[in-house]
């Protein structure tokens, strides 16, 4: 149990377009999933937390007209990279909250975004 | 000061050796204590989860917390070429559920 997928698991796009992530809860319902940005032989930075129905809430330097995120059920939730440049670049992983049994987070598969 | 500090490895060993990875921590309330293993390009994969001080075992992993040294530890009996991965620490407050604070992780090798 506790399965989290991720599409695409790779996307290559132009400077300037917009991709979308989506992270499926595929066994349970999320309240929270949330969005990881790595870097290589680094650890998870985390962009943003998501509940369900309401507005994401952002750390601190991460733009969020530039990483637009929506939760709009208790199993999905989509970041938009907005405009992409070649410095978003990265592995973005995303997690869900499973506040049944061990109530932590458990993390998709991750998207290799490479921006040209 | 990082709130966890986890020596970045790589580690080496050999084929069935114990394994030993390790964090410390500053914050005194954290409470709920995890491993992840994460391989190369994949998604950090939930290995233990821990509730406050103590010992956990499964299968050839056990995960320890000392509350009072501020530190953490996995172990892995038996550690296998498949075992070859980067380990994160993660922990976070008692406090309704708050963000997980990771460790830099450690990167382990095991050789045949």
């Known amino acids: 149990g506790a399965v989290v997928s991720q599409h695409p698991s790779r996307v290559i796009c132009k400077s300037g377009t917009s991709v979308k992530i989506e992270c499926r809860s595929l066994?349970?319902?999320?309240?929270?999933m949330f969005w990881y940005r790595q870097f290589p032989k680094q650890s998870l930075m985390l962009m943003a937390t998501s509940n369900e129905g309401s507005k994401a809430t952002y750390e601190q330097g991460v733009e969020k007209d530039k990483f637009l995120i929506n939760h709009a059920s208790l199993t999905l939730s989509t970041l938009t990279v907005t405009s992409a440049h070649p410095e978003d670049s990265s592995f973005y992983i995303c997690?869900?909250?499973?506040?049944?049994?061990?109530?932590?987070?458990?993390f998709g598969p991750g998207t290799r975004l490479t921006v040209l | 000061q990082k709130e966890v500090e986890q020596d970045p490895g790589p580690l080496s060993v050999p084929e069935g050796a114990i394994v030993s990875l390790n964090c410390t921590y500053s914050n005194s309330a954290f409470q709920y204590f995890m491993w992840y293993r994460q391989y190369s390009r994949k998604g950090p994969e939930l290995l233990m989860y821990t509730y406050s001080s103590g010992n956990k075992e499964d299968g050839r992993f056990t995960a320890q917390v000392d509350k009072s040294s501020k530190y953490i530890s996995l172990f892995i009996r038996d550690s296998q070429p498949s075992d070859s991965a980067t380990y994160l620490c993660a922990m976070r407050l008692n406090t309704g559920f708050q963000k997980l604070v990771f460790g830099t992780g450690t990167r382990l090798l095991v050789s045949p």
């Open positions: 066994d349970f319902q999320a309240t929270t």
């Open positions: 997690s869900a909250r499973n506040s049944g049994g061990t109530d932590t987070q458990y």
